[in-house]
């Protein structure tokens, strides 16, 4: 199995990080067909071939996944997408 691991630095209030984090949560559920479901202050993301979660905190947000066998081959292209989501979402912090 691959995994996924992103960092995004924030300054943002809590509330509006997780704004933020549920307009990714839209995208990723639009383009990849994936349920995305809150818990506290983490994204539960999931899809039959991927389990992830999005944890918003006081100054980062963390993107964890693990890619099934399938999109294990296209790895370099989900963390692509991933980085292309947040850098829209976060585009202060990737300055």
């Avoid at 809150?38 to 979660?53: A, F």
């Avoid at 944890?55 to 693990?66: K, L, W």
């Avoid at 294990?72 to 997408?81: I, K, L, N, P, Y």
């Amino acid at each position: 199995m691959s995994r996924i691991h992103l960092r995004r630095a924030h300054d943002l209030t809590p509330k509006a990080a997780r704004q933020r984090v549920d307009r990714m949560a839209a995208e990723l559920g639009k383009r990849f067909d994936a349920e995305c479901e809150w818990e506290g202050d983490v994204l539960k993301i999931r899809h039959p071939n991927v389990n992830g979660k999005v944890t918003v905190g006081s100054d980062e947000i963390r993107v964890e996944a693990t890619l099934g066998f399938l999109l294990a081959m296209f790895r370099d292209r989900v963390d692509e997408e991933l980085v292309r989501i947040l850098d829209a979402q976060f585009p202060e912090a990737s300055a």
